[in-house]
């Protein structure tokens, strides 16, 4: 099992943010990801929302960066470390904007790219933008299938249900052979989309004794990623024990990658929780990246 991190300061969720992290800036995320960079962490995070309506913020949070701003800014800052969107809402966007803006990120982060992708679920920000929100899941999978054929190419080529395309030059492209598509999401459906289109499933906001039960008897691919999270923030500095047993047992309901929330006070706290965390993937056989 390998372990990433939500990004802190990128997302100010109610349920998660901390204190700290509403004063904190793009000093702190960037000293934040380099020291993840240096321990060998496998990714970080980013989620995309346009604009988020005043009485859903309450409940959701208002603070949403921009994934390509915030991942091509810290591409610069880092050398090894991944970018993991979680997620693109594929709604949102023709499949070609998202090759070549984020073919462009992957190729000047040196090939570190992972898409995570998903069908979006707030239906007042796809009114907002013009978007689709009927019949949103069919869409998604066709703009996968095109992303599929699209990324990493040049001249790409697609023909589908809602999207079609021929003879366009898209450069830069994404230098990764196939760049990972990871499908966020909380039903089966979205396991089997990330079964039948993706390179991983990355499930949110359910119990691992649901998730081990979706995962049971599922043939999934070879190298397919399942990507859990821990059922709580960790603290690894502070409660050792309690760290060890939360990577094991995410680990234990099928996880292949972990992403971790950490508990912190400040952004230098969080730096010497990442060290530990370290240690901690270390003592329980984890890898990091």
């Not at 380099?34 to 009485?55: R, W, Y």
């Not at 499908?183 to 906001?205: I, K, M, N, Q, Y």
Request: charged letters at 20%; one cysteine or more; proline letters at 5%.
């Amino acid at each position: 099992m390998k372990i990433g991190i939500f990004s802190p300061v990128v997302v100010h969720h109610p349920a998660s943010a901390s204190a700290w992290e509403a004063e904190a800036g793009i000093a702190e995320l960037a000293d934040i990801a380099t020291e993840a960079d240096e321990l060998g962490f496998h990714h970080m995070t980013c989620s995309e929302h346009v604009a988020i309506p005043t009485d859903v913020a309450a409940e959701r949070g208002g603070t949403y960066w921009d994934p390509l701003a915030t991942f091509g800014y810290l591409a610069a800052r880092t050398r090894r470390i991944k970018f993991a969107t979680q997620v693109l809402v594929l709604g949102y966007h023709h499949p070609l904007d998202v090759a070549k803006r984020y073919g462009t990120l992957d190729a000047v982060s040196g090939g570190r790219l992972i898409l995570g992708v998903g069908v979006g679920s707030l239906k007042e920000e796809f009114e907002l933008i013009g978007a689709q929100f009927d019949g949103r899941g069919a869409v998604a999978d066709d703009a996968m299938r095109a992303l599929r054929a699209s990324l990493g190419r040049t001249a790409p080529s697609y023909s589908g249900a809602h999207f079609s395309y021929d003879d366009w030059i898209v450069s830069p492209a994404a230098v990764q052979e196939r760049v990972p598509m990871w499908v966020g999401g909380r039903t089966p459906r979205s396991l089997r989309r990330a079964v039948e289109l993706g390179d991983g499933w990355v499930p949110f906001g359910l119990p691992h004794s649901r998730l081990s039960q979706m995962l049971a008897g599922r043939e999934l691919p070879d190298g397919f990623e399942v990507v859990l999270s821990a059922e709580s923030a960790v603290d690894p500095v502070g409660d050792p024990d309690r760290c060890r047993a939360a990577l094991e047992a995410t680990r234990d309901a099928g996880a292949t990658i972990a992403t971790i929330n950490i508990a912190a006070r400040s952004a230098g706290h969080y730096r010497e929780q990442l060290t530990a965390l370290a240690e901690r993937a270390r003592e329980v056989g984890a890898q990091l990246g």
